[in-house]
Antibody, heavy 121, light 111 residues
Framework: QVQLQESGPGLVKPSQTLSLTCTVSGGSISSGSYYWSWIRQPAGKGLEWIGRIYTSGSTNYNPSLKSRVTISVDTSKNQFSLKLSSVTAADTAVYYC?????????????WGQGTLVTVSS | QSALTQPASVSGSPGQSITISCTGTSSDVGGYNYVSWYQQHPGKAPKLMIYDVSNRPSGVSNRFSGSKSGNTASLTISGLQAEDEADYYCSSYTSSSTLEVFGGGTKLTVL
């Protein structure tokens, strides 16, 4: 059973870059053909899809964040990462990583527990 | 404002059935059978309950069912149980560059 775990700083200063890592266990991130995604949720609000990376390395981003987002994979560490630049208080949220339910599926079948990132000086 | 519209809250008594609606457009819900539903308990990660409009992942109770008519998808929970009390989010593929859109979420209260 695949498991995902987010990690990274819980506090980021405005205008800086938010960097999070999702460590995958229970399987190789390079096996199969999966979408590896990032989603966020501000406190008390709904879910927002940030973007995803395919096993091949191709990426898709939410247009509202596209100019600031980079998602990448490190197969040697069995991890994928999120970088969000020029953050503001509006980027404060719980950030989740997730994997597709099955090969080439966009459905978010497996989730990490989430990590809270606060943007504040 | 979310791309998909859900009621803010619904409620029901144990044993009853409830339905949560999710309204989009022909560019998302109405145009594709790529609708999914997620359950989220407080402080927990969302859990996929329904995909492809009406399919259940392995391990999800058959008390949960999904359907779609036109631009509106629905999640029905039958035989309500206390453990079903949670927030529910619909999601759909969209032909816009966003690719994936969520509803604003519905809080289910089991009375």
């Amino acid at each position: 059973q695949v498991q995902l775990q987010e990690s990274g700083p819980g506090l980021v200063k405005p205008s800086q870059t938010l960097s999070l890592t999702c460590t995958v266990s229970g399987g190789s991130i390079s096996s199969g053909s999966y979408y590896w995604s990032w989603i966020r949720q501000p406190a008390g609000k709904g879910l927002e899809w940030i973007g995803r990376i395919y096993t091949s390395g191709s990426t898709n981003y939410n247009p509202s964040l596209k100019s600031r987002v980079t998602i990448s994979v490190d197969t040697s560490k069995n991890q994928f990462s999120l970088k969000l630049s020029s953050v503001t208080a509006a980027d404060t949220a719980v950030y989740y990583c997730a994997r597709g339910l099955y090969d080439s599926s966009g459905y978010l079948g497996y989730w990490g527990q989430g990590t809270l990132v606060t943007v504040s000086s | 404002q979310s791309a998909l519209t859900q009621p803010a809250s619904v409620s029901g008594s144990p044993g009853q059935s409830i339905t949560i609606s999710c309204t989009g457009t022909s560019s998302d819900v109405g145009g594709y059978n790529y609708v999914s539903w997620y359950q989220q308990h407080p402080g927990k990660a969302p859990k996929l309950m329904i995909y492809d409009v009406s399919n259940r992942p392995s391990g999800v109770s058959n008390r949960f069912s999904g359907s779609k008519s036109g631009n509106t998808a629905s999640l029905t929970i039958s035989g309500l149980q206390a453990e079903d009390e949670a927030d529910y989010y619909c999601s759909s593929y969209t032909s816009s560059s966003t690719l994936e859109v969520f509803g604003g979420g519905t809080k289910l209260t089991v009375l």
